[in-house]
């Protein structure tokens, strides 16, 4: 047995220890992402001068073995609901926020270079595009693992649905530019956007074959209902084929696998027996769980096998400012939007905010996709990307709690505690015979306005509950136009060839597994 593989394993086992305690004991400077990756540049560095040995980043190795089961996962266990329902904001962030990255990124890495920030290396306006590629992959983790579901529903949705769209889109795009043949020009953004729109339409389509196909077969094939073992290793096996037939076919293996898991998530999941649908969703997350912690600390360990004398440091720092802005502007156009048109925002300001900064954090995919380069500017791509991903994914992700603690960021139960102090606190000087705990919101602010701490929730403080009972949900949305005529084509029949009569009339009391 190797020496590496008995440090990722330790590195694994102190990474879930880690999640559980920082969770429970709600650390905030502390996450488990950025200590997987410091425990593994810290074992790297060790090898390295001990035995004067480094271990070399596998971008194959990431790309079709790591990255597939986080992705399907993802897919798997989505809460299919509240996804679509958020989809406008998750695709302008995933695609239309991403494409504004590669632009302003684009731009700025050609200007600083002809600057000067990186001496006498040189990267090509091809080279500059490859590199701002790779810059616009996000990396989710540590936000979606302090924006938790159950307290933040929507915020949760988009930075997870953003997450895996964004990482797909900015492969999308580095493929699109590394297969461009001819001068980059003005009219090459147009014809690499209709290659991106091809290569986006098609990984898709693909997914959803895949998926349909699977539910087909589960159909079908009954008997296999009496083997759990077989009913799970086939959906697992058909996924990855998904991927790996995409990639083959030079598309998106990422689309497609995320498109596969939500087809098999709406529609396979009902053919299995009752022993896989317990099972599918429990084996699946482990797997995602595991792959995203061997992915921080395979970052962390891999970094001395980059061969490299020259850091440019000073470029890194312009390139992580220029996602800075870059993402503000993002994160602003849609709030400016609202404002003319004069409608409510869907997230609040202190969201937003939150939203600008998980989008500054690069991970893996970023430093996997700088492997994929192989010309002149190689060693300048590599060792910045390199640098913007170790300051991102280990500074960001510890300053990422007070960060959300200085905006004001607060769970439920966090703002109902708050709302309740503040009341006691201001009820003695009321003119009312309540108990603290009985007076409404709304008499404390007509009383008391000009004292209203701004941070709290609107839709709270207009409540006329007693603010020891304060809840803070969503009114149910009505469906919409597209919504309304898919339930009537999926009821009518999608479900009726994919499903079967049978097994939907007991469709109600089975729960697809959710994110």
């Not at 035995?51 to 790591?66: P, R, T, V, Y």
Request: a neutral charge.
């Amino acid at each position: 047995m190797s020496a590496e593989t008995l440090i990722v394993t330790l590195i694994l086992v102190i990474y879930v220890i880690s999640a559980h305690i920082i969770e429970r004991k709600k650390f905030k400077y502390l996450h488990e992402s950025g200590l997987a990756t410091l425990l593994g540049l810290v074992c790297g560095l060790t090898l390295y001068f001990t035995q004067q040995k480094a271990i070399d980043f596998e971008e194959e190795l990431f790309f079709n073995l790591i990255l597939p089961p986080i992705i399907f996962a993802a897919g798997y266990s989505l809460k299919k609901k509240r996804f679509f329902d958020n989809i406008g904001m998750i695709v302008y962030l995933g695609i239309v926020g991403t494409l504004i990255q590669f632009l302003f990124l684009s731009t700025a890495s050609y200007l600083l270079i002809e600057a000067g920030l990186t001496g006498n290396a040189k990267l090509t306006l091809r080279e500059c595009m490859l590199f701002a590629a790779i810059m616009s992959s996000t990396d989710t983790v540590a936000p979606l693992s302090m924006v938790k579901d159950s307290a933040f529903p929507v915020l949760n949705s988009i930075l997870f649905g953003e997450g895996v769209i964004n990482d797909a889109v900015s492969i999308l795009i580095f493929r699109a530019v590394s297969t461009f043949e001819g001068k980059i020009d003005s009219s090459s953004f147009l014809k690499i956007g209709f290659d991106f729109l091809y290569l986006f339409i098609m990984s898709v389509l693909i997914g959803i074959i895949f998926g349909l196909l699977n539910s087909f077969l589960f159909r079908k094939a009954e008997t296999l209902r009496e083997y759990p073992v077989r009913e799970v290793s086939l959906i697992l096996l058909t996924a990855y084929l998904s991927y790996l037939v995409s990639e083959m076919l030079h598309f998106s293996g990422i689309i497609t696998l995320f498109v596969a898991g939500i087809f098999m998530a709406h529609y396979t999941y009902h053919n299995l027996s009752e022993e896989s649908k317990h099972g599918t969703n429990l084996v699946f997350e482990s797997v995602a769980f595991l792959a995203e912690a061997f992915v921080f600390a395979y970052l962390g360990i891999s970094i001395m096998g980059v061969k490299t004398n020259d850091y440019y440091i000073l470029f890194g720092l312009g390139i992580f400012a220029t996602c800075a802005m870059g993402r503000f502007l993002v994160v602003l156009i849609p709030i400016l939007f609202d404002r003319i048109m004069r409608r409510p925002s869907t997230l609040k300001l202190k969201e937003q905010t939150i939203i600008w900064y998980a989008g500054l954090i690069r991970g893996a995919i970023a430093f996997a996709l700088s492997f994929k380069v192989h010309s002149s500017g190689r060693v300048l791509i590599i060792s910045s990307t390199m640098f913007v991903v170790l300051c991102t994914t280990m500074a960001m992700s510890f300053l990422l709690q007070p960060f959300s603690g200085y905006m004001g960021l607060r769970t439920p139960e966090e703002e109902e505690k708050a709302y309740k102090e503040f009341s006691e606190y201001y009820a003695k000087n009321l003119k009312s015979d309540k108990p603290s705990h009985e007076i409404s919101m709304s008499e404390i602010i007509r009383e008391k306005q000009p004292y209203i701490n701004r941070s709290f929730s609107m839709s709270a403080t207009t409540s006329d509950k007693p603010t020891g009972h304060i809840t803070l949900l969503a009114e149910k949305k009505k469906d919409s136009f597209i919504e309304k005529h898919w339930k009537k084509f999926d009821e009518g029949y999608m479900k009726p060839l994919f499903v079967g009569e049978q097994k939907r009339e007991t469709e109600s009391t089975d729960e697809p597994p959710s994110h």
